[in-house]
C-alpha cells in the first residue's frame, strides 16, 4: 500500500526528502508557509528557491495549508528551523492524525530548555517514543537532490516503525539503516554542526589539514562523551549518524555550518556573515544549547566552548585558538 506522508518544510533538505518518498513510492504533501512558493512548486514543478533545475516526481504536491498537508498522513516529516520547531508544531500536532509517526530530520538543541527535538515532539504533540522518529546522516541536500548515492539512520525507540520508515525512504539511491539509539542519533546531527563551525573558522584562518582533522577527531570524542553521560550507544559516534555525518559536513563546501564558520574565521562579524547567509547554519544558535546540556551533565566540551566564545561572545579566533591549544595536557580519550 502506498504511504501517504507529509513533509512540513520547503527548504532544501525537505524538498529533497520529499523526492526521496516520492521515488520510493509514496504520495507525499510538501507544506510551506510562502503561498507564492508552494504555487510554484505546483506550476513548475521545481523549488525556485532552493533547486530550480530539479523537476519534483508527480506524487509530490505543494500546499501553504497545514490540515490539507496532515490530512491522513501516515508519516509526518519534520524539516523546520530547530528553533522554530516547538511554535509551529502547537498549531500542526492538533491537524494530524492519533497514530501519525512524526520524524524529525532537524538537527539542533532548543535555546533554553537545551531540549533535543524528538523531546520537544513528545512535549508539544503529547506523542510516546513509538510515534517519534529521527533522521540523520551525511546527507547534504545538494547532493541528494542530484540522486547521488548516499546513506543514513531512522531511529525509533520502536525497531518495527523504525523500519516502516526505513521502506518509505529505501530508494536506488537513498539507502536506510535502522537503529533504537534516539539520543545518539540525534547528538551525533546537533553536535557535528557546531564542530564544522569549528573547522570552517580553522579554515577561514588559513589553517590547514591537520588543525582540520584535530578538531574533527576531537570533536567526535566530545559529542562521545556527551552522548555516553546521556545513556546513547557509543557505537552511534562511530557511524553515519555520527563520524559519516561530522566527516560530510566538515569538510564539504555545500555545508553551511562549515561555510559560515569559514566567513567567520576570515574577519568577518557575525552580523556580517548572518547577511551573507541565506539559510540557516543550525550550529549558530545550538552551539550555545550544546554547551548548556553539556553543563547540565557535567561534561566538558572544549571545542563547543570555544565556538560559543567566537560566535556570541566576540572571542578574536586567534585568541580563542591559542587558549584553545594552550589547555593543560592529559591521555587521549
Known amino acids: ?60 504536491t505543494a500546499t501553504a495549508d497545514p490540515a490539507r498537508a496532515a490530512a491522513g498522513a501516515e508519516f509526518v516529516i519534520l524539516a523546520v528551523p530547530s528553533q522554530s520547531l516547538r511554535a509551529n508544531l502547537a498549531d500542526w500536532a492538533p491537524l494530524m492524525r492519533s497514530d501519525a509517526v512524526l ?25 510516546g517514543p513509538e510515534r517519534i522518529a529521527v533522521l540523520s546522516g551525511p546527507n547534504l541536500a545538494p547532493e541528494i537532490a542530484a540522486r547521488q548515492p548516499a546513506a543514513s539512520v531512522v531511529a525509533c525507540q520502536d525497531e518495527e516503525v523504525a523500519r516502516r520508515i526505513q521502506t518509505a525512504c529505501h530508494t536506488a539511491y537513498f539507502r536506510p539503516y535502522t537503529n533504537t539509539d534516539v539520543v545518539g542519533v540525534e547528538l551525533g546531527g546537533a553536535v557535528k554542526n557546531v564542530i564544522a563551525l569549528a573547522v570552517g573558522i580553522a579554515g577561514g584562518m588559513g589553517l590547514g589539514d591537520n588543525t582540520k582533522a584535530s578538531l574533527i577527531t576531537r570533536g567526535l570524542a566530545e559529542t562521545t562523551r ?47 556573515t548572518i ?26 566540551m572544549p571545542i563547543t566552548e570555544t565556538v560559543v566564545d567566537i560566535v556570541h561572545n566576540g572571542k578574536p579566533p586567534v585568541v580563542a585558538v591559542k587558549e584553545l591549544m594552550s589547555r593543560s595536557a592529559k591521555p587521549e580519550r
Open 275 to 300: 547577511a551573507v547567509t541565506s539559510q540557516t547554519a543550525e550550529g549558530v544558535k545550538s552551539c550555545e544549547s550544546v554547551a548548556d546540556l553539556a553543563r547540565r551533565h557535567g561534561v566538558d
Open 103 to 127: 520524524v524529525s530530520l532537524m538537527k539542533g538543541v532548543e535555546l533554553g530548555t537545551a531540549k533535543r527535538m524528538s523531546e520537544v515532539i513528545e512535549d508539544v504533540a503529547k506523542a
Open 1 to 60: 500500500m502506498t504511504a501517504r506522508c507529509a513533509v512540513f518544510g520547503t527548504g532544501s533538505w525537505g524538498t529533497a526528502f520529499a523526492m526521496i518518498l516520492a521515488d520510493a513510492g509514496c504520495e507525499v504533501s510538501l507544506w510551506g508557509r510562502r503561498p507564492e512558493l508552494v504555487d510554484a512548486i505546483n506550476t513548475t514543478r521545481t523549488n525556485p528557491d532552493y533547486f530550480p533545475g530539479l523537476e519534483l516526481p508527480a506524487a509530490v
Open 226 to 272: 556527551l552522548g555516553l553521560a546521556m545513556g546513547a550507544d557509543a557505537h552511534t559516534f562511530a557511524g553515519l549518524a555520527g563520524m559519516g555525518d561530522l566527516v560530510a559536513t566538515c569538510s564539504s563546501p555545500l555545508s553551511r555550518n562549515n561555510t559560515f564558520g569559514h566567513n567567520l574565521g576570515r574577519g568577518m562579524s557575525l552580523a556580517e
